[in-house]
């Protein structure tokens, strides 16, 4: 088995706002192996993506890390200083955003854009950076790499700026990626192709990738590892098999269930009643008892724990736990 | 024959790109080429293509909230089209569309009630005291509750604003819904249970729905007949279950294929296309999907293929349908 890449320890990341704090990320743990694909799923406002802003310390205010430790090879990330935390950024770690739209800098060429790391991170001369730039531009998948170097990103479209933004995390070789939604701006037809090229990708690097989705479509096509987040906690862990055909918690089967699948209409889709939790009103309970088809007394007294079951399977649920038989 | 809700013959908008000093129109973007499909009572016809395809320019320019550059479109026999300001107004109820975007399509300093209620009002439906028990009632049929008509839209969360879109247009009773990806915005379990909504509205309310989306899976759920768009054009059109069970076009192929399955032991047999969707203000020569598609042949390039039927009322645009 291979080892830790990236270990999330009770991670804490809240956000003080005018109508109170709010518990982004409320006790967190999990961890990322090497070369592996770990899917995070949720819906909005869930704690997804500020999980993966805590990772790389880009948190804004007022939103603050307020506890745990997160592990990058034993060492602990939050006690980095920004200078080593700098270094790790778009070196080691790399991330892709949303919207390919927003995320490049509109006024500089994709090349310019592209060799910005290799020379800071790889200290590469103008002439090297630039001969790793076209490699790259044509490793994802571009032709004409040479032109579109000294191309803007108005020019292109947006499933080629998101091949550019992965050109860019992979400049420097990183041991992990965080795609944070790469493929929800996109058309179907264009995601199809990022995702295998993610996936060709993971094959001839071995990075690590962390991915952040809501479609359980990316996930059952992308996961080694997938966690289930709602209203900031962790409620369910599990490799992408044994949590398609066994999932424990009553909202990860909800969203299964109610996700509507092509060659398989039903008259009526499930759902799942009510909404998400307002996120500053949050008590000592399951978060989801509210909107559970099986809750029962313990489950608006007592949060439960996120424990494990068999085959590396994890649920915080009171239905497995001896208080809720 | 029964007569057509909706019947739009070879509709087209084009929109001008200007350019030089005298911002003279220098080309066409034809975002709608020469649509035509017509849609009977009751029925929920879904138009499915990836963004730029002009599917959302299609159903806007049905409510001639677009003008047309071309064609026609009847609704209940009367040429949208061509009715004057008064007359149009005054076919309005009949005609809704709900939008995408549940944020920004309700103004945030007007309540809810209010915004729910003011067409009521200005179409001259109901008189003002009648307007608070009309909403309430609505807003309850919609799935929220009567207490909700005095708050403002930043109250809800993205369902509850969709919810109070689709309430705004039904409120009008109209016979005919243009739904503009009414549910993309939209969480997956929130998602579910709009899309139930919908479907219970229209067995209620004998409505018809012009159902936009990009989301094949939704669109399948909803409606019973399906067209497929691609660069301003339909490519194909059939009922639901043959056009899901038996996809003539290569390029729907390729869509119904490219979504992934929430199953990780399927492994996917896709066909990934190559490239973008082209400009459409210069389409490819012959069939605009040409420079796409994993099976064309020089006549493609060449020549436009027909849209004809190719049995059972399934239409498809391809020199080659069904031969892959």
Not at chain 1, 39 to 46: L, P, Q, T
Not at chain 1, 64 to 86: C, F, P
Not at chain 1, 109 to 122: D, F, N, S, V
Not at chain 1, 294 to 301: A, K, N, R, T
Request: charged share 25%; aromatic share 6%.
């Amino acid at each position: 088995m291979s080892n830790n890449l990236i270990e999330f320890r009770n991670l804490r990341t809240n956000f003080y706002t005018g109508s109170g704090v709010v518990k982004a990320v409320n006790d967190v743990s999990f961890s990322i192996r090497e070369g592996e694909t770990l899917c995070v799923v949720g819906e909005s406002g869930c704690g997804k993506s500020v999980t993966a802003m805590s990772l790389m310390r880009l948190v804004a205010t007022p939103g603050k890390i307020v506890g745990g430790e997160i592990l990058y090879k034993g060492e602990d990330l939050l006690k980095l200083k920004e200078r080593e935390m700098r270094y790790l950024r778009g070196n080691e770690i790399a991330m892709i955003f949303q919207d390919p739209m927003s995320s490049l800098n509109p006024v500089l060429t994709i090349g310019h854009q592209i060799a910005e790391p290799l020379r800071i991170h790889k200290k590469l001369s103008k002439q090297e950076a630039k001969k790793k730039s076209i490699e790259l531009i044509e490793l994802v998948g571009i032709p004409r790499a040479a032109k579109i170097y000294d191309s803007y990103p108005h020019e292109l479209s947006g499933g080629m700026r998101q091949r550019i933004m992965i050109a860019i995390a992979l400049s420097c070789d990183p041991k992990l990626l965080i795609a944070d939604e790469p493929t929800t701006a996109l058309d179907v037809t264009i995601q199809a192709q990022i995702l295998d090229l993610m996936r060709d990708i993971k094959k001839e690097f071995n990075t690590a990738i962390m991915m952040i989705t809501h479609d359980l479509g990316v996930v059952a096509e992308m996961a080694d590892h997938v966690v289930v987040m709602y209203a900031g906690k962790v409620i369910e862990e599990a490799p992408v098999h044994e949590l398609f055909n066994n999932p424990k918690h009553p909202y990860t089967q909800g969203l299964l269930k109610a996700k509507p699948v092509i060659s398989n209409r039903q008259d009526r889709l499930y759902t799942i009643p009510g909404q998400v939790p307002n996120p500053v009103e949050l008590g000592e309970n399951c978060y989801f008892n509210d909107r559970c088809e099986h809750c029962m007394e313990i489950c608006v007294q007592k949060q439960p724990d996120l424990n494990i079951y068999d085959n590396k399977h994890k649920a915080a649920c009171w239905l497995y736990e001896k208080e809720g038989k | 024959m029964t007569q057509p809700l909706i019947e739009v013959k070879d509709l087209k908008k084009y929109f001008p790109i200007t350019g030089g000093v005298f911002q003279r129109t220098v080309g066409h973007v034809k975002a709608v080429d020469g649509v035509s499909f017509s849609l009977n009572k009751g029925e929920a016809l879904g138009l499915v293509g990836e963004s730029g395809c002009g599917k959302s320019t299609t159903g806007r320019t049905v409510l001639r909230l677009l003008e047309k550059s071309g064609g026609s479109v009847h609704f209940k026999g009367t040429d949208l089209h061509s009715l004057n300001k008064k007359d149009l107004r005054a076919m309005r109820p009949k005609i809704q569309l709900v939008f995408q975007d549940p944020y920004s399509s309700l103004n945030p300093r007007i309540k809810v009630g209010e915004a729910i209620g003011e067409a009521l009002v200005d179409h001259g439906i109901v008189s003002r005291s009648e307007v608070r028990d009309r909403v309430k009632e609505i807003l309850s049929i919609c799935g929220l509750a009567p207490y909700h008509i005095d708050r403002y839209p930043h109250e809800f969360s993205g369902g509850q604003r969709q919810r109070i879109g689709i309430a705004r247009s039904l409120i009008l009773k109209p016979e005919f819904m243009v739904l503009d990806e009414p549910v993309s915005a939209l969480d997956v379990s929130i998602q579910a249970q709009i899309i139930n909504l919908l479907t219970d509205l229209q067995e209620q309310n004998d409505l018809t729905y012009l159902f936009i989306s990009h989301d094949l899976s939704v669109v399948e759920h909803l409606c019973n007949r399906v067209g497929v768009m691609y660069l301003g054009s339909m490519v194909e059109m059939a009922s639901r279950d043959e056009l899901f069970s038996n996809p003539l076009h290569p390029y729907t192929k390729a869509l119904l294929s490219a979504v992934p399955v929430p199953d990780p032991t399927k492994k996917p047999e896709r066909i990934v296309l190559q490239g973008d969707i082209p400009s459409p203000a210069n389409p490819p020569s012959g069939c605009k999907f040409h420079t796409r598609c994993p099976f064309a042949k020089d006549i493609c390039k060449q020549q436009i293929p027909e849209y004809k039927d190719a049995g059972s009322n399934h239409y498809v645009a391809c020199h080659f349908a069904g031969e892959f």
